[in-house]
């Protein structure tokens, strides 16, 4: 009867943790494709991070 029981709580734990990882995985953020819109390309990204930090090509 005792091994029944351990064994029935380890598996509750074991489905509990499942679902609460696909819980996580389904809640995360999703991103929206358009298709529309190019995706920025490296040289894109570091000239808005030179813009950011004040940086311009003029001297």
Request: no cysteine; charged share 15%; hydrophobic share 40%.
């Amino acid at each position: 009867m005792r091994t029944w029981v351990r064994t029935s709580a380890q598996t509750v734990m074991l489905t509990a943790g499942l679902v609460l990882l696909g819980t996580g995985v389904a809640s995360a953020q999703s991103v929206s494709v358009d298709s529309d819109q190019q995706p920025p390309t490296p040289t894109d990204l570091i000239e808005r991070g030179l813009e950011e930090i004040g940086v311009n090509g003029i001297g």
